[in-house]
């Protein structure tokens, strides 16, 4: 049995009320813009500049007319949102701000997205796992895991704080998804720094990754590096790596196969007119694949709605909506 009913949201006539581009029940929100870090295969901080947060006040204003549009759920975003504050406020101020925004509107959900690993302390991941309105989703780019390579990335953190915040989140959050990025290939990346990465992998099971070859960016810091990696064994690793992170996510997933979980709806499918596409609460949009709806009522419009996987076929689910479904 399949019913829709497509949500629809009354068009505003105030000219400050943002377009929403994707599906209408979430936004994205911008807190701050540009980045102070000076990783060495990023230009960012060159074409942003540095570090520009947003007040509170400016931030809350904007998730009012999100929330009169309709929007269920805000994604909280920027270059480093960790550091969120520390221009305008002198220290980072992202938990105050997370506080005061579940606080306020404790009928909308929230997820924070770019999450640089030093700025993952035990107190964001205890904020996370208990605010209710929060989802229970990390995503923390490390980029590699070799100290070596690390460090001639220019990045602020060190594999034991990697390690740390990995082995806290799993502790503290244990129901939480975890999703990292990673650089493959970076200059003077030896087949021992590889290898380190690839344990890093096996041993603390990201739940999702996603992995990038690396290119020279003009005007980068490591532009001028001259030991590159061939582009045969860049993507050699790299499809050594997808294939360790397909199993490490389907045995995840496969865990959910006896969970109730919650879900959203983008729209009917482009091919099928029978069968809906949206995502879990514990996929972000356009990077852990797709949800599909095979049997249900979705009288609700973009729900939320109650569900289980019924197949799996990576990186994307199939579900089936519970009866009675509240979301």
Not at 130 to 157: C, G
């Amino acid at each position: 049995m399949f019913i829709y009913k497509e949500f629809k949201v009354e068009k505003q006539s105030d000219e400050n009320v943002r377009a929403i581009t994707n599906a209408p029940y979430y936004a994205y929100v911008k807190i701050s813009e540009g980045c102070n870090n000076t990783c060495a295969f990023c230009v960012i901080p060159n074409i942003r500049g540095r570090l520009k947060s947003r007040t509170m006040e400016d931030i809350e204003q904007e998730i009012d007319m999100l929330q009169v549009k309709g929007v269920k759920e805000i994604i909280i975003i920027s270059q480093d949102t960790t550091q969120y504050g520390m221009d305008i406020y002198g220290e980072e101020r992202l938990i105050p701000l997370m506080k005061r925004l579940t606080s306020r509107f404790n009928n909308l959900l929230f997820r924070m997205l770019y999450l640089n690993p030093e700025g993952v302390t035990k107190e964001v991941i205890k904020f996370v796992a208990e605010t209710e309105n929060v989802i229970k989703y990390f995503e923390v780019p490390v980029q590699h895991a070799s100290d070596k390579i690390l460090t001639k990335m220019r990045r602020a953190s060190t594999r034991q704080v990697i390690d740390n915040v990995f082995d806290t989140i799993r502790k503290e959050c244990p129901e939480a998804f975890i999703r990292t990025t990673f650089i493959v290939g970076f200059p003077g990346e030896s087949e021992e720094d590889f290898n380190e990465l690839y344990k890093f992998i096996e041993d603390k099971k990201p739940d999702y990754a996603g992995f990038f070859p690396y290119y020279k960016e003009e005007g980068s810091i490591a532009y001028n590096y001259n030991d590159d990696i061939d582009e045969k064994t860049k993507k050699e690793r790299i499809k050594k790596l997808q294939s360790l992170q397909k199993k490490i996510t389907s045995a995840r997933l496969r865990e959910y196969k006896k969970k109730e979980f919650l879900c959203f709806i983008d729209k009917v499918n482009d091919d099928f007119e029978f069968i809906l596409e949206g995502r879990a609460l514990f996929q972000a949009p356009d990077t852990d694949g797709k949800l599909y709806v095979t049997d249900g009522i979705a009288d609700n419009g973009s729900g939320p709605y109650k569900c289980i996987i019924n197949k799996i076929a990576y990186p994307d689910i199939y579900v089936t909506f519970l009866e009675n479904n509240n979301g």
